[in-house]
């Protein structure tokens, strides 16, 4: 999706934009369903097929299964600071 936002530009309310955003809602339910928490969404971790508009969630490696607990450890990767450039 982060390639498809870079070449089209910024997605502009559409059917198309309705569908991915219900789709995105749909699969984190499913995700969190199955007792797990992907812990980094966001559209780098989307894959599109442009074929069939279908999304897939990609990049599990931030995550983690569901607990009661706060979680403490951080599994992504950190934003790069203008102080560490």
């Not at 809602?25 to 199955?34: G, L, P």
């Not at 980094?40 to 607990?67: H, P």
């Amino acid at each position: 999706m982060f390639d498809y936002i870079t070449t089209q530009g910024a997605l502009r309310e559409s059917p198309t934009c309705r569908k991915w955003f219900s789709d995105i809602i749909d699969t984190v339910i499913t995700v969190h369903d199955a007792g797990v928490v992907h812990r980094d969404l966001k559209d780098e971790n989307f894959i599109v097929d442009l074929d069939t508009n279908r999304l897939s969630l990609i990049d599990f490696g931030a995550g983690s299964f569901m607990k009661r607990l706060a979680y403490t450890d951080y599994n992504g990767r950190l934003p790069i600071s203008a102080n560490h450039a």
